[in-house]
């Protein structure tokens, strides 16, 4: 197949051309045998290719001479496209450096050698080189409606504190997700969050999102107020029934779940709010710290009623973030950590870049362009006017 394409893309280049002829009816541009044959390390092992070549018949000193330059199989290309790719996948996927040589030869043969794990080094300079590009790069033309905000702890083996990475996924008003932010914070603190949030805005990102979620963590909503004071706030339920359980006893924690459980489930506003007043009838005599972790939020828990529907599952969780960091988890674990935050933060960078090709839409996505165009919702219903 691979020969076939190159055959194919030759013959391509010289029709392009047949129209140039000399003086006696010859063709400028003709097909002129092979170039030496070579090995390629593909995926499905290596493979001799013969590259056909093109002369084109004008001298050397002709203005209008072309060349020929495969784009299928370049100059001096030893190994696929894919094959270059390998070795941070398994890398990222928690193969480590000792073991890589044994994994790639384990899906590639002997001939894997050509592929050295010590490219992995240089993967990292060449991934914090693009998380640097990639900080710079405009959001002029875009616009978010919706964010997810977290903040995701990694241990560094040689420094003592812990690393907290902020992170911030948009989604655009055709339903994509993306990635938005990515900043080493200081904790999660509102200086760090306002950093991430300031850098946003001077990439040229002016129209606030409309709802951010993200869990209980202050330094996020405050740094949020002042930075886009007109976005609303929908807390995480899944960090909130977390942080609700663990003041419980886990006696009663399994039956507590399925009260919380009625409140974001609940079909309205006004179910959720009775649900949440039971839960707090039924607990808050024995448990008033398991209780006052709930009410304080009561109306940020309860703002996906105000959107669609059919966007409640993706408002009610941060767990876009979370279901990308589940990978990120098991590379630490493997490597036990990275050395450095620099090095941590690149690799984090690129994970999420892999993640973000295989990140869905939203459900129902064109209802966006209707939360953009400020249409109202109640109860997750588009309002009718009356007349």
Known sequence: ????ALEAEVDSFVSRHRATRDEDGRRHVVRNGYCPERDVLTGAGPLKVKQPRVRDRRGAGADDRVSFTSSILPPYLRRSKKLDELVPWLYLRGISTGDMQPALEALLGENAGTLSANTVVRLKEQWAKEHDEWRKQSLAE?????????GVYFNIRLEDDRQCILVL???????KKRLLGILDGFRESEQSWSELLIGLKQRGLRIAPKVAVGDGALGFWKALRKVFPATREQRCWVHKTANVLNALPRSVQFKA???LHEIWQAETRDDAYRAFDTFIE??????PKAT???????????TFYDFPAEHWSHLRTTNPIESTFATVRLRHRRTKGSGTRHACLAMVFRLIQLAETNWRRLKSSNLLLKVVDGVRFVDGLEERNAA
């Not at 197949?1 to 076939?4: A, F, G, R, V």
């Not at 875009?142 to 977290?150: H, K, L, M």
């Not at 006052?292 to 309860?302: N, P, V």
């Open 1 to 4: 197949m691979l020969q076939s």
């Open 142 to 150: 875009r616009e978010f409606v919706y964010v997810w905000a977290d």
């Open 169 to 175: 996924m948009g989604a655009t008003k055709d339903g």
């Open 257 to 259: 779940k399925k009260d």
């Open 282 to 287: 039924k607990y808050d005599a024995k448990f």
């Open 292 to 302: 006052a972790k709930l009410t304080r939020d009561r109306d940020a828990l309860l």
